[in-house]
């Protein structure tokens, strides 16, 4: 966990504050509430959709990629071991695990995305990192079967 002295604060938001890591120069959401495992920390919808990603859509359909409502929710980077997951179905951000204020707020990338548009290579340190992340494509259904994934992606890996 890092301290607070390795981020300034960008924009502050009802319950969220982006930040920017000093050292690595990424900007990430962070909580400013505290949660149980289930809790709804917000409800989204979609601003538009497009038929290709980009690093900031969400997918939802084989060319349908869409942009968040409130924007800031575009500032949610990936971890391996992600403390929420994105419910497309009601379009809410669900606490996957207890959050406390000033954690970072983390999803699974391949839980909506099937290709990403700019694979990367993970440092999210968890001790289940999957290291290459380039979408549930890629993925083995073992290493799927640890994570809760959107319906197209379920959609995806059984047809
Ligand atoms: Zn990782």
Redesign the pocket.
């Known amino acids: 966990m890092h301290s607070s002295d390795d981020y300034d604060i960008v924009c502050r938001y009802p319950a969220f504050e982006v930040r920017l890591n000093k050292f690595g120069g990424q900007q990430g959401l962070f909580s400013t509430e505290s949660y149980n495992q289930g809790d709804t920390l917000i409800q989204f919808s979609i601003r538009s959709t497009q038929p290709s990603p980009t690093y900031l859509t969400i997918q939802i359909g084989e060319a349908e990629h869409f942009e968040f409502e409130p924007d800031h929710l575009k500032y949610l980077n990936?971890?391996?071991n992600p403390n929420v997951f994105l419910d497309l179905t009601n379009h809410t951000l669900i606490a996957e695990t207890a959050i406390e204020s000033g954690d970072e707020l983390r999803f699974f990338y391949p839980s909506t995305e099937w290709k990403m548009d700019q694979p990367f290579d993970?440092?999210?340190g968890?001790g289940n990192?999957?290291?290459s992340?380039s979408g549930a494509h890629a993925l083995s259904s073992a290493q799927l079967s640890n994570y809760k994934l959107s319906p197209y992606i379920q959609h995806k890996l059984t047809h």
């Open positions: 990936h971890s391996c993970c440092n999210c968890a990192c999957l290291g992340i």
